[in-house]
């Protein structure tokens, strides 16, 4: 079964702080996702990576960047957090063979409280 | 520019019953639709895919979904509701070029009551 790990199931950071959120998938999947969660306004696309070093912006990419150095990871920075970036976080990966609309598997999420 | 537009943000059934999840999705070229489902302190996992190769899409854990065109909608059934279905459901579309992302709608939370 593909894994897509993301290394923090809670974080609590204080307004200003940089945060870093991590995820690992282990099936050699060309494309990376990184979406927030949010009640009643589902799941919104931050940025996504359809290779190595390889980013593009999604739909609310401000106050965001990210990093894709190796193919496995994509790391996703909040160089200076306010607290409407308090969300939850999915990282999700998916195959190239058919394009971004292709199944995506996804980890079990970030809970980030900005306070 | 695609969307998808879930009924009902809280289902509740008993357990036994129908389960019946709205989506509608608006596009001005053909679609894929999604539904993916997401467990407590879970990530979303991929419930079934409508690529037009047949109009009801069977998925897992006894779901299936009929796409509608005349009415755009791409609603999630399931005859017989059971505990274990309890979750949050998101309906999601995207175009069929290879650089469409999807784009999800906002999801309904099912609750089974015993």
Known sequence: ?115 | AQSVTQLGSHVSVSEGALVLLRCNYSSSVPPYLFWYVQYPNQGLQLLLKYTSAATLVKGINGFEAEFKKSETSFHLTKPSAHMSDAAEYFCAVSGRSSASKIIFGSGTRLSIRP
Request: glycine share 6%.
């Open chain 1, 1 to 115: 079964d593909v894994k897509v790990t993301q290394s923090s199931r809670y974080l609590v950071k204080r307004t200003g702080e940089k945060v870093f959120l991590e995820c690992v998938q282990d099936m050699d999947h060309e494309n990376m996702f990184w979406y927030r969660q949010d009640p009643g306004l589902g799941l919104r696309l931050i940025y996504f990576s359809y290779d190595v070093k390889m980013k593009e912006k999604g739909d609310i990419p401000e106050g965001y960047s990210v990093s894709r150095e190796k193919k496995e990871r994509f790391s996703l920075i909040l160089e200076s957090t306010s607290t409407n970036q308090t969300s939850m976080y999915l990282c999700a990966s998916s195959p190239q063979l058919a394009g971004l609309n292709e199944k995506l598997f996804f980890g079990s999420g970030t809970q980030l409280s900005v306070l």
